[in-house]
Each structure stands twice: as C-alpha cells, then as structure tokens.
C-alpha cells in the first residue's frame, strides 16, 4: 500500500469514528505492515452507510455537487448494478439512472425480463454508482476520488448481498474488480468481487450513441445471462 493510499483509508477510517488502530509488533525479516481494522463494520446497514456519508467533504467532488446520490432500489435486492458517477439529471434530483441512459436502463432491465418470462421491475434491484457525486462536466472520476467514495460502495454491496452484479462501463469494473482491462474484455462473462459472481457489460450512455447497434445487442446477451442466473 502507498503512503498516500495509507494515508486515505486511515482518514476514512477516522470518518467511520474509529479512533484507534493497532500495530503489531515488527517480527524480524518480516514485513512491518500496519494491520487494518475491517472495511465493514458489523451490522452494517444502508441507513448506517448513508448517516456515515452525511454531508460529506471527503473529496473535491463535494464542491461542485449539488446533491448526493447514494443509491435506490430494493435493500435486499438479488441483482445490483453499479454504474460510474451520476450525471446532471441524478445531481439535480439525488437518484441514479434517472436521465437519459437511466431510461434506457430501466427499459433494459423490464424490457429483457418481461421478454424472458422473469417477473421483475426495477424497484426489485438496486442501483448505485462508484461516486455519490457528480464529477464537473460529467468527467470520469480520478481513481483517489473513487479509492475514498468506492469504500462506501463496497460497503452498500456488503449491506446487500445480492446474487450478483452488474458492473455498467470500464469505470465501474475497473475500480470493483481493481484490474486495468476495459468493458471490451471484461464484458460477457463472470467475474468475481468478494466471492459474489459479478457480470460488466457497457454503460447505458454509451448505449444511447446511435453508432453501437453491436454493443446493444452485446449488452442485452449480458443481460439476459445475469437475469437467467440470479432469477431462474
Ligand atoms: S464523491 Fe463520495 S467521497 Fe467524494 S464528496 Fe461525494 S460522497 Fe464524499
């Protein structure tokens, strides 16, 4: 771990009110590692994260946001998709995937189980991004800003435990499974976070572009695969 990155979770660690850490004793030829309480509190709960996010300044995100968006849907959904950052229309109202490519996503995820015979809306899932506020311009967010906000998502998806999930875009895989491949590779088979089987396939956003008839029809095959695997 670098010293900056030490220095992050030991301020997130801080927020989180945990006061003290120990250090074990140096064992001889042995690395001298700081031994890190656990990421996830016992009992963690979506309500305790959201209180432990408060109005938070953690990052220079904070200063150009108008309001957080931790995340909606079913608290004990079986299936979460995790998308990179919230875009204007989610900063405005304080929902994910409220905008144009959260329509398109909405219509994804009724569209592809009514046609596969699977009784769901998207209420019964939960949705949530890498970042709860918005980069300026709709910027990708810098890896120290998803490194301290991505800890209160990996918490979120600890809280809920689905089935599995569904990574939108290079950026949200990327900072949940902390390789350097893109959606092009990543997407289309399984992966894994923390044993729970995890699917990336492309962004609704970049769906929206009227030249990506491939990807669409790539994305709805993703889709259909996580659908059958955790509601068959
Ligand atoms: S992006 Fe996350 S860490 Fe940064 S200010 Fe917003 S809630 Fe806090």
New binding site residues.
């Given amino acids: 771990m670098t010293p900056e990155a030490l220095r992050q979770q030991l301020e997130y660690y801080r927020d989180l009110g945990i006061k003290q850490i120990y250090r074990h004793m140096p064992i001889p030829n042995i690395s001298n590692a700081i031994e890190l309480p656990s990421l996830v509190p016992a009992g963690d709960t979506l309500d305790l994260i959201r209180a432990d996010?408060g109005d938070?300044?953690?990052?220079?995100?904070?200063k150009t946001?108008n309001k957080?968006v931790?995340g909606d849907g079913n608290p004990n959904a079986r299936l979460a998709f995790v998308g990179e950052?919230p875009g204007a229309d989610e900063d405005e109202q304080g929902l994910p995937f409220v905008g144009r490519a959260g329509q398109l996503l909405t219509q994804m995820i009724e569209g592809t189980s009514a046609k596969e015979g699977i009784p769901l809306k998207r209420a019964d899932v939960y949705i949530c991004n890498v970042?709860?506020?918005r980069?300026p311009e709709n910027r990708t967010?810098e890896p120290d800003?998803m490194e301290?906000?991505g800890?209160?998502l990996f918490r979120q998806l600890s809280a809920i435990k689905p089935k599995a999930i569904c990574a939108l875009g290079s950026t949200a895989a990327k900072a949940i499974l902390g390789g350097k491949d893109g959606v092009t590779k990543l997407r289309g088979k399984w992966h894994k976070w923390n044993d729970i089987p995890l699917m990336v396939t492309y962004h609704p956003s970049y769906l929206l572009r009227p030249y990506n008839q491939n990807a669409k029809r790539e994305s709805w095959e993703d889709l259909k695969k996580v659908l059958h695997f955790v509601y068959d």
């Fill in positions: 996010i938070c300044t953690r990052c220079r995100l904070c946001r957080i931790f950052g970042v709860k506020c980069p967010p800003e301290i906000c800890q209160f």
